[in-house]
Structure formats: structure tokens, C-alpha cells
Nanobody, 124 residues
Framework: VQLQASGGGLVQDGGSLRLSCTAS????????MGWFRQAPGKEREFLAA????????LLADSVKGRFTISRENTVNTVYLQMNSLKADDTAVYYC??????????????????WGQGTLVTVSS
């Protein structure tokens, strides 16, 4: 599986962005999908995840009420809608996938495939 993330950029404090992650492969709906981010000098941080078939959804407490994860199987794409962005949200954002579809996961170690990352910069 190859993942291509896009949609990052520069946005003002309080603004919104939607990140996209498009996957290769014909069984996309059965992949566990996740979004993570990493700011300079910090560890990779979990943001949101979906199990295969979207049965389970996880969101980090730090983004609840602001970020939403969703999937569109017809275009093999998972989205991260980000609203009310703050300067602390500045980071490189990564999407990830794994064939263990039955559950969602917050752990980076439980994802096999990773996109290249897309930079989000929030100016205050």
C-alpha cells in the first residue's frame, strides 16, 4: 500500500484545513487508517483513527471537537478535517494504514504503511 498525503499549508490562527490521504490498493475500506503529527523536537502524536469498515473511531483528547476523521472508499481517501486551528497545531502531519482492520489504534507501532507527511503551519 502506498499513501499520498496532501492538503497542508499555511493557515491563520482559528482557520481550517482538510488533509487528504489517498491509498493504492483495492481493499481500502478494510484498512485501519490513522492520522498522526510530529512537531520539531517532539514525539509523534496520535490524532485520529478508523478501523476497517469504520466500525470504530478514535480521537485524541487534544483535538476532540476540532478535528474529524472520515473515509471515502470510492476514491480510496481518508480525510482529516481540522477546524479552530491553533499555533500548537503546527507540525508535519502523517497518515498511516494497516491491514489489521478489525480495530482502530492510537499506537504508531501498529501501523505498517506511512505517507510522506504534509506540513501544516498555523500563524498566530
Amino acid at each position: 500500500v502506498q499513501l499520498q498525503a496532501s492538503g497542508g499549508g499555511l493557515v491563520q490562527d482559528g482557520g481550517s484545513l482538510r488533509l487528504s490521504c489517498t491509498a493504492s490498493g483495492r481493499t481500502f475500506s478494510y484498512y485501519r487508517m490513522g492520522w498522526f503529527r510530529q512537531a520539531p523536537g517532539k514525539e509523534r502524536e496520535f490524532l485520529a483513527a478508523l478501523s476497517g469498515t469504520d466500525r470504530y473511531k478514535l480521537l485524541a483528547d487534544s483535538v476532540k471537537g476540532r478535528f474529524t476523521i472520515s473515509r471515502e472508499n470510492t476514491v480510496n481517501t481518508v480525510y482529516l478535517q481540522m477546524n479552530s486551528l491553533k499555533a500548537d497545531d503546527t507540525a508535519v502531519y502523517y497518515c498511516a494504514a494497516d491491514e489489521r482492520w478489525a480495530t482502530a489504534s492510537r499506537m504508531p507501532s501498529e501501523y505498517t504503511y506511512w505517507g510522506q507527511g504534509t506540513l501544516v503551519t498555523v500563524s498566530s
